[in-house]
């Protein structure tokens, strides 16, 4: 963080005199005025006719990053780098200056010097962070630069012998007023001081002396400590600082009730799996890197229309039902499931998964079974049609007779309490992450109420939002507060695709200042068909764009056994876990057992490896594209530098080749200054798949697929 001493704001006791030919006035921004001219101050006007906002001495538009014209906060995390831009421009030729200026949840202000990235276009910019969570503030300030538009005018005239002496009789006026400026922060301006001595004696070439007035030492305080006149600051903005999983975890999802579930030798019948059971298999998923273990819903299930195997209208004596039809007799949303346990054997499951480094998500479905409580408790949380029947859920022609909708109009007081009421409980219960399943059924003004409710005594919660629906829903649920999205990372296959969603999700004009991603490949309820038939290749790299593109992306337990096989007619896995338990008898993959070899565990855990060895991959917006001549070769690098004393860069180059079928071969071409380096540079390229190292340049000669590896994930190491 970068907490240099704030410069001077302005200068409130300016008196103007033959040395201080201005004055600036707080409210109204500032006027310049010529030695002697009487001091006249413009009126205070906070509102312009019409509602606008006064224009600056110094004008300052354009402020990005801007969620909503700034209604809604730009998000971060704590250590994440982004870039504030802004137009900052004056009139004149005189030199203008920027600082993009961060405001802690305390109102200590952290200054940033912006650089022009475009002098024509009047575009700045600084990369920014900030250090801790919290409601923080942004802004732009626009300021006249005195010393650099002395040291612009003398050097032209002093070089061209024109006005030798008054060129530097300007300068020690310059020189003094930024020597006050700099004494008035506390520090040490002896170095200044001689560049007043040096303009002054007139025995010395002019040349000299604009030397000694421009010495490394007065510069680098000139950037360190700036003297800044006419202060004009844009509006300040939200920013909502969030802990680091906000944007970065390795997901993996559970059914609960399949973790030991088993038939019964003796009667065949089904015995469910429990909280207990379910808490042995969280060392081999925390073996694996995963940070977060979630769970589908954990409630007790209806039993009126309950769905039989494969989504099937009628149920067989035995079947679970989908858990997302929740409640009955044994309770709603705020119980558990008999066969599950009880919340003591909930809280040993969130205990046990903490010792193991990992934290426990819970899926918050918001519709329930005609058997759920709320059915004579709150019948206003549901719809009634004309003939007196509660609606269930349909999507025509999709029909959901297990399962009715929450209504949130009938009584909005009332549905808002009792779903505050449920998040409490497992809150209470440790739960810091919720995967909300089908979000955008729900009122956005609902959920914003909801994630700034808890926030107010749980900060730390983070949302994931399962909203597979339009675009602008997705964006507006991410500015109402969800921390996290799922994405259509699953039907993004080919190259163009992802490049094309990639830059839009990280891009600064997109949806990167309050949108995170999630990327998963599959999930209970998606098995695409570039899954179901692009064999070990394609899960190997689908799993391996999710992990290196996205800082955050998930995992459906028996992603790692390859589990492809679909229900005729339908993008999702036959015998679907939803409607069943599944005992996958993970002994037998484990190493040493007998089908080991059939298990991409091993490759998981690389890949989890690999993102906690490089902080680029914590990062969503370093995310860059490079070029390669095979139209299904996909290259992209992360980098961020990781001391700033020294310099040093973590970068990581990724390399696939999405075509599962067939090996390929082609040349790369990377973009070195997005890597950190010149164009003609080499560098050693150790791909962390395969162990391998190679002298890499800008240019390089690639060979992937299914008879090696897919993917080359490369660590960058610069000579």
């Known amino acids: ?180 400026s700099v004494r008035g922060l506390g520090v040490d301006a002896s170095e200044i001081d001689k560049g007043v001595v040096a303009l002054g004696d007139t025995r010395s070439p ?164 005609p058997d759920h409580p709320w059915v004579q408790t709150h019948p206003s949380l549901f719809t009634t049609r004309a003939d007196g029947t509660i609606a269930y859920a349909e999507n025509p022609p999709k029909k959901y007779q297990d399962i009715f909708p929450l209504n949130f109009d009938n009584d909005p007081a009332a549905a808002y309490a009792e779903v505050r009421r449920v998040i409490q409980v497992w809150l209470d219960h440790g739960v810091r992450i919720f995967r909300v399943d089908n979000p955008h059924t729900k009122p956005v003004a609902f959920w914003q109420w909801l994630i700034a409710d808890v926030a107010l005594t749980h900060p730390e919660t983070i949302w994931l939002s399962e909203a597979f629906t339009k675009p602008a829903m997705m964006h507006e649920l991410a500015k109402a507060g969800f921390q996290q999205s799922y994405t259509y990372y699953a039907w993004r296959n080919a190259k163009w695709e992802l490049e094309e969603y990639g830059r839009e999700l990280a891009g600064e004009t997109s949806g990167s200042a309050y949108m995170r991603p999630s990327f998963w490949p599959t999930t209970h309820d998606i098995l695409t068909p570039y899954m179901q038939y692009g064999g070990p290749t394609a899960w190997k790299l689908r799993a391996a764009v999710a992990a290196t593109m996205s800082p955050t992306y998930g995992i459906y337990a028996g992603y790692e056994l390859m589990e492809h096989v679909a229900r005729p007619g339908a993008e999702e896995q036959i015998d679907n876990e939803k409607y069943e338990y599944k005992d996958r008898q993970w002994y037998l993959y484990e190493p040493g057992g007998p089908l080991e070899s059939r298990s991409l565990a091993w490759y998981l855990k690389r890949l989890n490896d690999i993102r906690g060895w490089h902080p680029a991959l914590r990062w969503l917006r370093n995310l860059r594209f490079h070029a390669a001549d095979d139209e299904n070769v996909l290259v992209f690098s992360k980098s961020r530098i990781v001391d700033r004393e020294t310099g040093e860069r973590d970068t990581v180059l990724v390399i696939a080749n999405l075509d599962p079928h067939a090996t390929r071969e082609t040349w790369v071409h990377l973009d070195m200054e997005a890597l950190g380096m010149a164009t003609w540079s080499t560098f050693e390229a150790h791909d962390h798949i395969t162990n391998q190292t190679w002298e890499w340049r800008q240019d390089n000669f690639v060979r992937l697929g299914p008879d090696s590896e897919p993917v080359h994930i490369i660590h960058v190491r610069s000579h």
């Open 1 to 180: 963080m970068r907490t240099a001493a704030p410069p001077p704001a302005r200068r409130d006791d300016a008196t103007p005199t033959a040395d201080t030919a201005f004055v600036d006035d707080t409210a109204a921004g500032a006027v310049h005025l010529a030695p002697d001219h009487p001091v006249s101050t413009p009126p205070t006007v906070e509102r312009m006719p019409g509602g606008a906002l006064p224009m600056g001495r110094i004008p300052v538009s354009d402020v990005r990053p801007l969620v909503d014209g700034g209604t809604r906060p730009t998000k971060s995390v704590v250590g994440e780098e982004f870039t504030v831009r802004a137009k900052v421009f004056r009139e004149g030729h005189d030199a203008v200056n920027a600082t993009a200026v961060l405001t802690d949840p305390d109102g200590s202000d952290h200054y940033f010097a912006m650089h022009s990235d475009n002098p024509g276009l009047s575009e700045w910019s600084a990369s920014v962070v900030a250090d801790r969570e919290g409601w923080w503030t942004y802004r732009v300030e626009g300021w006249s630069d005195p010393y650099a538009t002395w040291v612009h005018d003398a050097g032209i005239k002093i070089a061209a012998g024109v006005d030798e002496d008054l060129m530097c009789a300007e300068g020690v006026r310059v020189l003094q007023r930024f020597a006050d």
């Open 206 to 369: 002019a040349a000299h002396r604009f030397g000694a007035a421009t010495s490394p030492e007065i510069t680098g305080l000139a950037s360190l400590v700036p003297l800044r006149e006419f202060v004009s600051t844009s509006p300040a903005y939200s920013l909502l600082v969030e802990r680091e999983r906000a944007l970065y975890g390795a997901w993996y999802e559970i059914f609960p009730r399949s973790e030991g579930a088993h038939r019964d030798e003796t009667t065949g019948v089904w015995v469910s799996g429990t909280f207990r059971s379910a808490a042995k298999r969280l060392p081999a998923i925390a073996e694996m890197g995963f940070d977060v273990v979630y769970l589908t819903p954990i409630h007790p299930i209806g039993t009126t229309a309950r769905k039989g195997r494969n989504n099937s209208l009628s149920a067989e004596p035995g079947d679970p039902g989908s858990p997302y039809a929740i409640g009955s007799p044994d309770g709603g949303h705020d119980a558990i499931h008999p066969d599950l346990g009880t919340f003591e054997d909930f809280d040993h499951f969130v205990a046990e998964a903490g010792r193991a480094g990992m934290e426990v998500a819970l899926d918050i479905a918001l519709q329930a079974s």
